[in-house]
């Protein structure tokens, strides 16, 4: 809009410059220069360059037709102004125009044998290098705006970018954290809920037994689904809420016996090296066990190995366990093994699963340091 509006000012001049001198009788060639200056107002909206060109030879017409241009000379100003307002190279249009103005006012000079010129030339020329000046600052100054806004925008988008990562990986977190917290904790409740089948009626001190595990286990459950809501909830993510100690190679052993307690036989081997790493990494590694576990005592035929030692470079732990020839009738929704990958590549280890004769392994490497152990 502002890069129009110096042209339509221009063009409304002219216009009133033409009703001017047709009352005033000025002669012929003033009227066309003064409609020349109309024309290159009006082409200038779509060819800048022909129509600045055109303004200038309505000053050079004006003059011959021995009339003052001063309408004539502040319309090239403005259409100047106008055109390095909208991009023109303002040096080179500039310097150009104001050459130009320059030798048509010299000439002029000349030609009337050193008589003064209706308009002064200097101030022709400075109005006119004020012109285009003034257009390329609004420019320049309009470009920077722009570039500060688009950086606002793209800085908030961005940010809206990051949070929606952020969010995304918060909920993969969680749908972790509560299929390893509760799914291990439902197979155990299971186990013990299928050995109440077997022993009801025969074993009763046996029956009692495992009805004491399962509601063990499943208020734990909802203490560990409460503790977790909780954390959820706080602003402060150090916050525990429920003063249990968080898992690692510390509490693994109750890990491995709440699994014998359900009737898998485990034989575990732990190193002492192994049982110093550091907090993350014995997370990482209680977890791995965990779901490994879980997944031997429902596909497995009731034996499993737990190996936890260590090398120079990484924290190795590794469970196998034989498949049964009838697998059973649960059936897994395969996040537990999408969890333990992700949990142990977030670590920067590795995790391989295979199966060699009826035998499912798994093995993972998490790298580890001696100034890593607790």
Request: aromatic share 4%; charged share 20%; net charge negative.
């Amino acid at each position: 809009m502002l890069e129009r509006l110096p042209l339509w000012v221009s063009v409304t001049a002219m216009i009133v410059e033409l009703v001017v001198i047709a009352t005033d009788g000025d002669g012929l060639l003033a009227g066309v220069g003064a409609l020349v200056t109309l024309t290159g107002a009006l082409v200038a909206v779509r060819l800048p360059q022909v129509g600045l060109a055109l303004t200038m030879a309505g000053v050079v017409v004006v003059i011959v037709g021995g009339r003052d241009p001063i309408g004539e000379c502040t319309v090239v100003v403005f259409v100047l102004f106008a055109l390095t307002l909208r991009g023109l190279p303002p040096t080179r249009s500039t310097g150009i125009t104001a050459l130009a103005m320059a030798v048509i006012f010299g000439l002029a000079s000349f030609l009337s044998a050193g008589r003064a010129v209706g308009l002064d030339a200097v101030a022709v020329i400075v109005a006119v290098v004020a012109g285009g000046a003034v257009g390329a600052a609004l420019r320049l100054q309009r470009q920077y705006w722009e570039s500060l806004e688009q950086r606002t925008r793209d800085a908030i988008a961005t940010r809206e970018a990051e949070a929606e990562r952020r969010v995304a990986e918060e909920r993969v977190r969680i749908a972790r954290d509560l299929h390893d917290i509760v799914g291990h904790q439902v197979a155990v409740v299971s186990m013990h809920l299928g050995a109440v089948e077997v022993t009801a009626g025969r074993d009763d001190a046996a029956t009692q037994r495992s009805l004491v595990a399962a509601r063990t286990a499943v208020q734990s459950i909802l203490s560990d689904t409460q503790r977790t809501l909780a954390m959820l909830r706080s602003d402060d993510a150090d916050d525990d809420h429920a003063g249990r100690p968080t898992p690692s190679l510390s509490t693994i052993d109750e890990l491995v016996a709440s699994f014998q307690d359900a009737g898998l036989s485990i034989d575990a081997q732990i190193t002492d090296q192994a049982r110093r790493v550091h907090e993350a990494g014995g997370v990482t590694v209680f977890r791995v066990a965990q779901e490994a576990l879980t997944n031997a005592h429902r596909y497995g035929t009731g034996e499993a190995a737990l190996t936890v030692l260590t090398d120079e470079a990484d924290l190795i732990i590794s469970v196998t366990n034989p498949i049964a020839s009838t697998p059973g009738t649960a059936h897994g929704s395969g996040y537990g093994l999408v969890g333990m990958r992700e949990r142990v590549e977030s670590a920067g280890g590795t995790l391989q699963l295979g199966t060699d004769d009826d035998v499912f392994t798994v093995t993972a490497r998490i790298p580890w340091s001696e100034g890593a152990t607790l």
